[in-house]
């Protein structure tokens, strides 16, 4: 249930979802700590209910309208066993678990008895409100599926005292949800009035906006390309407010692939909140930079390594959701503030306040990712619209986030880490895997491996599964590598809709065997997560073609397709082609003088700042040294790889710190290729050195015969196109504004071939200079003109 429901005085509402906010105390654990996979549990239900007498019914619906002062809400969910002989009613819930049941916290087993007498308060109501007297128990059946023991809990109770617990627990979500409501009601008012923040759109801007909220009020999907200076970020999120305003939305999802966009959406909000537009905003942070046992901002740890923050997390959190409701704005400082002010986590309050926010924005994987997919995505999606920047990212992003690997080698680490029941089960599995020969064998290994992760659980109580949000992650947890590669392997493998897109591969490297779950196409498994959820906007400054990604996001083929003008004038920028130079491998030692040459023109035809991109540090580092020995009076600045933060910001401020020229090396494709605002003149031309398509290799081949089986152009899908995309990227760094002018140089043969022309923007209308001296006097000639003008 999110906060947000279609009428003002009805509330649909699970018994699940009821319990799940007003009935938790204690300290806060791992979601679903102690808990199996799905199927295992419905199985495990199965042969309980299975087992009881004729007298008992199993999977009993109920669903009651209870009025609360001026609210009628829908309660509503189905009991596991129900024996009503008369004289005595007992209700049942099965749980089943990974730990024996003392392990389990107890807030859970709080949390499983609420959810118990909820029930016999509904079958009371529906059933034997009007009946005499009769005894009532409500009895916890708990099922360890490690050993198959149950331990079964009973509580006598009143049906009064069943009614009047459910009444209180009503009470506590609908004070919520009422405050939750009157926001929301403001919002639309406030939202109804809304006017652009500019006095007149850029060229293409208002056309999008207008395509952008007729999807929202229709459903479906759209894909715009929007070169960097449309306003890309207003021009969706204008029209959501807009949407929000007309009810044709509640929630609104805004997923990026880096931290810089979503300060741009917070940016973007400052100017629409000038308006008196009181939106809510949620910036969903990752923990590492949010909660003070990470930071080391505040010593929050217990003796034991256990944050105070997570101890009374349950007891602390009313009072600290409040105050977020009062707060417009919920981002890594807020949230940290309100945290410390409660004692609660910072990082576990946001994913909290997730269903109740109407904007949300987060990274891709809290809606993509099926290790961290947060649950409160998986219900309320008919009415939520997306909007996903910097849309090319995601195809490569989701590719890592389908893909697992697990080699003998990790086995052989985690027996030697872990306790005496780990080690056994590793050393199984270990001797299995000598054995295998091919992903036809994997089945037995998997249910090895489930085991293993059960072991795991019980030794270290805690579920390595769920380590992806709230538990502490080493740089290598093979626990939560071994869970990942039995969810990709079930949800993926298994299932046959998907699995066309996955391939299992079976390695074997002498003393390592590795076996490697590859996603050759997200595609199948991105569309899965899109199903339920009203309208999808995918966006970027580079979608060429637009089918290309279309396919690879996932989207329906009846996705719109837009593609917005270049905001900026044409003749700001000199795109060269460098025809005389041939930088493919086999090529690159004989061409290395000239192009060192080549560079030397480019940062004397005018003093200022340049970039020249790589495919290679091994290449970068061969020009960048001879580069360096002839030309020792020109300043320089080199990407390393693995480079630390402190070394980035030592690049970056090379172009941004002061106004000495120089020349910076960095990799294709790389951190300073895409997503650094070169505004102003930190930047005044860009060389790309090589197309930037992927090299060819074992996974590369089997991407390219499965392209080849859906009847596409393996070499488009698997290197061309991607590879251009990274081309765009990095050029894109160079005009910033309209201001800015700049050049761009192209050195590889192959982007004189007739393909890669046609993915060229109009914009660039590159010229072919095929000696230095062309090269030097079309680059004399831009800069004497654009210093005239």
């Known amino acids: 249930m999110t906060a947000n429901s279609p009428e003002p005085r009805l509330i649909s509402l699970s018994v699940t979802d009821l319990v799940e906010f007003s009935a938790r105390s204690g300290d806060l654990h791992p979601e679903n700590t102690g808990g199996p996979s799905a199927l295992e549990g419905v199985l495990a239900h199965q042969r309980i209910q299975r087992a009881r007498g004729s007298e008992w019914q199993r999977e009993l619906s109920l669903k009651y309208r209870w009025q609360l002062d001026d609210w009628e809400i829908h309660l509503q969910g189905r009991l596991d066993l129900l024996s009503d002989t008369g004289a005595s009613v007992a209700i049942e819930e099965i749980k089943t678990t990974l730990f024996p049941p003392p392990q389990l916290p107890p807030g859970k087993i709080a949390l499983f008895w609420a959810q118990a007498q909820v029930y016999a308060a509904l079958y009371h109501l529906l059933h034997r409100s009007e009946s005499p007297e009769y005894d009532l128990r409500v009895g916890l059946t708990l099922v360890n599926l490690r050993d198959e023991q149950q331990e079964i809990l009973w509580q006598t109770l009143t049906p009064q005292e069943a009614v009047a617990e459910t009444e209180r627990l009503l009470r506590v979500y609908l004070d919520w949800y009422r405050q939750v409501q009157e926001r929301l009601t403001l919002i639309r008012i406030q939202a109804k009035k809304l006017a652009f923040p500019f006095p007149q759109y850029r060229p293409g801007q208002y056309e999008l906006a207008a395509d952008i909220y007729r999807v929202m009020r229709q459903g479906g999907a759209l894909l715009a390309e929007a070169p960097t200076g449309t306003g890309k970020t207003l021009t969706s999120l204008f029209p959501a407010c807009k949407a929000l305003g007309e009810g044709l939305t509640n929630q609104v999802l805004y997923l990026t692939g880096k931290t810089t966009h979503q300060q741009q959406v917070e940016n973007t909000l400052v100017q629409l909140r000038e308006q008196k537009f009181a939106l809510d905003c949620l910036t969903l942070c990752a923990r590492d930079k949010l909660c003070p046992c990470r930071t080391g901002t505040n010593d929050v740890s217990q003796p034991d390594g256990t944050c105070s923050y997570t101890i009374g997390f349950w007891d602390r959190l009313p009072e600290a959701r409040n105050e977020c409701l009062r707060a417009r704005t919920l981002n890594q400082t807020t949230l940290t503030a309100i945290g410390q002010r409660h004692r609660v986590c910072p990082f576990a309050l946001g994913l909290h306040l997730v269903p109740w926010s109407t904007l949300v924005v987060g990274d891709y994987n ?424």
């Open 366 to 789: 809290y809606f993509f990712d099926p290790l961290v997919r947060l649950n409160a995505f998986e219900r309320g999606g008919n009415k939520r619209v997306l909007l996903i920047d910097e849309l090319h990212n995601l195809p490569e992003r989701a590719r890592a986030m389908y893909a697992a690997q697990l080699s003998s080698a990790d086995m052989r680490a985690l027996a030697n880490e872990r306790g005496a029941e780990v080690k056994r089960i590793c050393r199984r599995i270990l001797r299995k895997w000598k054995t295998l020969a091919n992903a036809e064998q994997l089945p037995e290994l998997i249910e090895q491996l489930e085991e293993l992760n059960a072991a795991i659980a019980t030794e270290t109580s805690e579920i390595p599964a769920q380590n992806a949000l709230l538990n502490e992650v080493s740089e290598k947890d093979i626990g939560r590598e071994i869970y990942k590669f039995c969810v990709i392997y079930r949800s993926y493998i298994e299932d046959k809709e998907l699995s066309a897109g996955h391939r299992c591969v079976v390695q074997n490297t002498g003393n390592d065997l590795r076996i490697q779950l590859i996603c050759l196409d997200p595609a199948p498994a991105l569309a899965q997560c899109y199903s339920e959820q009203k309208a999808i906007i995918g966006f970027s400054a580079t979608l060429t073609p637009l089918p290309f990604y279309r396919q690879m996001a996932g989207l329906p083929p009846e996705t719109h397709l837009r593609q917005l003008p270049y905001p900026f004038p044409a003749e700001n920028l000199l795109t060269l082609r460098c025809d005389y130079l041939d930088t493919r491998w086999q090529a690159r030692e004989r061409s290395r003088n000239a192009l060192v040459d080549m560079l030397l023109h480019v940062v004397r035809a005018k003093p200022g700042k340049y970039l020249v991109f790589f495919p290679s540090y091994e290449y970068l580092t061969s020009v960048y040294e001879h580069f360096c020995e002839q030309y020792a009076d020109i300043r320089t600045v080199r990407q390393n790889a693995g480079s630390a933060a402190n070394e980035q910001a030592e690049f970056l401020r090379v172009f941004f710190g002061d106004a000495e020229p120089a020349l910076g090396f960095a990799i294709l494709g790389g951190l300073f290729a895409e997503g650094v605002d070169y505004t102003g003149d930190a930047l005044h031309g860009a060389i790309i050195v090589g197309t930037a398509m992927p090299q060819p290799g074992a996974e590369q081949n089997l991407m390219a015969d499965y392209f080849t089986g859906k009847g596409l152009n393996p070499y488009e899908y698997v290197y061309q196109f991607p590879g251009f995309t990274r081309v765009l990227q990095t050029a894109g760094r160079v005009i910033r504004s309209e201001r800015d002018k700049g050049v761009v140089i192209l050195v590889d043969p192959r982007f004189n071939r007739r393909d890669f022309r046609n993915l060229m923007p109009a914009h660039w209308q590159p010229k072919g200079c095929r000696t230095p001296e062309e090269l030097k006097n079309a680059l004399r000639e831009f800069w004497s003109q654009a210093q005239s003008t």
